[in-house]
């Protein structure tokens, strides 16, 4: 084995990728696989989209980076795809989901005045020292000393613990309204109605973290639109910029005040080429119709699941939105994976004991069979 220069920071599967497209990724061996993870739920319209790499092309010959001193048309551009589609009315650009999250609590504290921030147990916000301190799991938290403080964290879908932790100091209270890494837990409608309600009451900030259900991976253009409610602030990334490394803040406009000139940037934030990809995705994700063919192909994927995996003793539970979907076992799911990957199906986990599958908003019937297919050979007989 070569010995590596990289930080062991990841547990890396034995798959060396040589190349991808569409549905597909290629190792340097030759193999192929049918990829269910897409980037950790990027690469949402597939490995080298066209349009997409069209739209990377042209800006690579037009100019790929002059800082945001200068105005950029394409930034407004995908501005206003963003906020003429949803309850927002101002952006800012940053570089990945954590930038993001972390411009959301720079943003609540500067406009409140306040510092306290509610997020919830098994949430997950990124691993900077505020997201990480946002974020609800004590192992993202161990080994780093003290964390940024004023951050509680209380039980997930449990209103009553909401209404008792909002004091005077809270800012605002931070969710996805289906956590991803913590286990692909829908938020029940009732209780995330109730936190915006909360919020109201008490004129404190409702920040909705769509970096995993963001850019239709639900089957809707943003996750909260499943729920009736209007976040003052919500993030993205992941899927916007399709593998290109991209995030973005969105809030409503009463808090464009707070983020003046000097308070807050990003020196590759708003890039030009990430812009370019996130343009592109976002004129596909848009359209009723392909946001239509993912609920459809939803349906059918939830449907083939439980036929086929539901009876089986080792599924407890098959659960999500779209094409989010966890199914739970009775066990740990860490040896299932290199199992699927030996079959040729690229699947992640969403801690120890869930399968999370996040394909490519492309998929086709035909490859949701061969997922199930594999799935039931690996989880037949398990216990």
């Not at 589609?85 to 609590?105: D, K, P, Q, T």
């Not at 996805?176 to 936190?195: D, M, R």
Request: proline fraction near 4%.
């Amino acid at each position: 084995m070569v010995k590596s220069s990289l930080f062991p920071t990841y547990n890396r599967f034995d798959v060396s990728v040589a190349s991808a497209e569409g549905v597909h990724v290629t190792d340097t061996e030759g193999k192929v696989y049918l990829d269910f993870g897409s980037g950790i739920g990027v690469n949402n319209l597939g490995h080298r989209h066209p349009d997409v790499q069209q739209a990377i092309e042209k800006q690579l010959n037009d100019y790929w980076h002059v800082s945001n001193l200068y105005s950029q048309p394409i930034q407004e551009s995908v501005a206003q795809l963003i906020t003429n589609n949803s309850v927002g009315e101002n952006v800012f650009f940053c570089n990945s989901g954590a930038e993001a999250n972390e411009a959301a609590i720079k943003l609540a504290r500067k406009a409140t005045g306040k510092a306290k921030i509610i997020t919830f147990k098994q949430s997950f916000h990124g691993r900077t020292f505020a997201t990480m301190a946002a974020t609800g799991q004590s192992v993202i938290h161990d080994g780093f000393g003290p964390k940024l403080e004023e951050f509680q964290y209380v039980p997930f879908n449990d209103l009553a613990a909401v209404e008792a932790a909002v004091d005077n100091k809270t800012a605002a209270i931070m969710l996805e309204v289906i956590q991803g890494e913590g286990g692909v837990v829908p938020g029940e409608k009732a209780f995330i109605k109730g936190v915006e309600a909360i919020c109201r009451e008490h004129n404190i900030l409702l920040i909705v973290d769509e970096i995993q259900t963001g850019i239709g991976r639900t089957g809707k253009l943003f996750g909260y639109m499943h729920y009736d409610i209007s976040p003052d602030i919500f993030t993205l990334a992941k899927g916007l910029g399709n593998g290109l490394p991209v995030g973005a803040m969105v809030a409503k406009g009463h808090l464009k005040g707070a983020f003046h000139a000097g308070t807050h940037g990003s020196t590759f934030g708003g890039n030009p080429i990430a812009m370019a990809a996130s343009e592109a995705v976002l004129k596909h994700v848009t359209d009723e119709a392909f946001l239509e063919e993912i609920v459809n192909i939803s349906d059918y994927t939830f449907n083939q699941l439980k036929t086929a995996l539901a009876e089986l003793e080792v599924v407890v539970n098959i659960r999500g939105e779209g094409l989010m979907i966890g199914i739970e076992c009775r066990e740990d799911v860490g040896p299932f994976i290199p199992e699927l990957l030996n079959k040729g199906i690229i699947v992640l986990n969403a801690g120890p004991k869930v399968l999370r599958l996040l394909p490519p908003l492309t998929i086709k019937q035909s490859n949701v069979d061969e997922l199930v297919s594999a799935l039931q050979q690996v989880l037949t007989n398990k216990k």
